[in-house]
Each structure stands twice: as C-alpha cells, then as structure tokens.
C-alpha cells in the first residue's frame, strides 16, 4: 500500500503496559506528526518532525514518546496511560514546503483499560 | 494563536438542496485554509485548499479575510456527500502545521 500506513489498527491496553504505536510514509516526504483525535475534541497535535527532528511538542504528557529514526518511520512510544488517553492516534507526513496539504494514515484506536 | 471553528457538530440536508458548511478562523497573519473529509470507515483526505480555486466535487470555498471565513459550498448535495468535514488553518511558514476545527458531520438523506 503507497502513502500512509499506520499499525496496529486496534490497540487495547492496561495501565501498566507499555506498547508503541508504528507509522510508515511511502510518499517522499520529510515531515511527520503524531495527532490524537478525542471524542469531545478536535484534532490535537502532538508532535511534529521535520528532516527528523523534532520541531514542536504541544506539552504533551511525557508518558508519550515519540521516535523519528528517519524520515519515512515514525514511533509513538506508550507507557503507564491513562483511561482519558483513549483516542484515535492519527500519523500524517507532508512536504516542509508552503501548501504543502497533510497526507493522513487510517489511524491507531487505542483503548486503555 | 491559531483557531478554527466549525459552528456546526452536525448538518442535514436532503438530496439535491444545497449545502454550506461553516468555516471561521482566527490567524494573526496570512493564513493557508484547507478542508478534508473523512468518508465512513476511510481516511482523513484534503478535499480542497484555498489557493488553489478549484473546485472538488462539486465543493467550493472562498477565503474571506474580512469576514475571516472559509465556508464549504456545494449548490446540490449528494448521498456520497455524507461524510466528516474538516476546515483546517496554517500560517505561510512550511513548519507550520494544521490546526483543525471540531468537524461538522453532513448528512444527506435521500
């Protein structure tokens, strides 16, 4: 499958547990971002990558970590979640370019019990 | 700070009436103003951007910075129509990503 590819696409787990979310891009781009999509919230971003570093982190909780080893992978390391932290985790690259539109994945649901 | 805001959680219409969806922002500089739609059980896709005037079936939107507006327009809706929709905002700076509105669910009835 070209573009997008996030896995897995169902994810269930414990508090304690410790899980990483995978995005693979096959477009050529060399920006990623984590967003995470609530029920009751818009879209939120989380992390942002360029050329492999990161240039943005919307304060989020240091129990997510993420990883951009190179510029078509992208990790989201999971450790010791919270209920509220159950969403849909949408991955998306882009060109670092002016317009450059997002390209998303189907995104990871993740439940955490 | 950028903000975008979609008035509306959910819109129906009926097959064949026209349809507006409603975009307004906040950006303190010049901004760069997208829709996407996500499709029952698909992904999140651009369905039209500003700049580039076109029209994406059947959809239109025109960027009005008076009015700090970038509504959705199609003359007559479509059961495929129905779908999530989402205006989003970005500043001219290639680093800088999308923020999105809430989505506003359009749903056409035959």
């Known amino acids: 499958e070209t573009g997008v590819t996030q896995t897995p696409r169902h994810l269930v787990m414990g508090m304690t547990n410790k899980k990483s979310l995978k995005c693979e891009q096959h477009?050529?781009?060399?920006?990623m971002y984590w967003y995470k999509q609530s029920a009751k919230k818009p879209l939120e971003l989380m992390f942002v990558?360029?050329?492999?570093?990161?240039?943005e982190n919307n304060s989020v909780p240091s129990r997510f970590s993420p990883e951009c080893p190179n510029s078509s992978h992208l990790f989201l390391h999971l450790h010791t979640l919270q209920p509220e932290d159950s969403a849909l985790y949408l991955c998306a690259s882009s060109q670092v370019v002016v317009d450059s539109p997002l390209h998303f994945g189907n995104g990871t649901r993740l439940t955490v019990t | 700070a950028q903000r975008v805001t979609q008035p509306e959680k959910l819109l129906s219409v009926f097959k064949g009436a026209p349809v507006e969806l409603k975009c307004n922002y906040s950006?303190?500089?010049?901004?760069?103003l997208f829709w996407y739609v996500q499709y029952s059980r698909q992904r999140l896709q651009l369905l039209l951007r500003?700049?580039s005037r076109e029209s994406i079936k059947g959809f239109t939107a025109d960027l009005n910075k008076g009015e700090t507006s970038f509504h959705l327009k199609k003359p007559f809706a479509q059961e495929e129509d129905s779908a999530m929709y989402y205006c989003a905002l970005s500043g001219l700076s290639g680093n800088t990503p999308l923020v999105f509105g809430k989505g506003t669910r359009l749903s056409v009835i035959a």
């Open positions: 500003h700049i």
């Open positions: 990558y360029s050329l492999e570093e990161r240039v």
């Open positions: 477009l050529g781009h060399n920006a």
């Open positions: 950006y303190s500089g010049s901004p760069e």
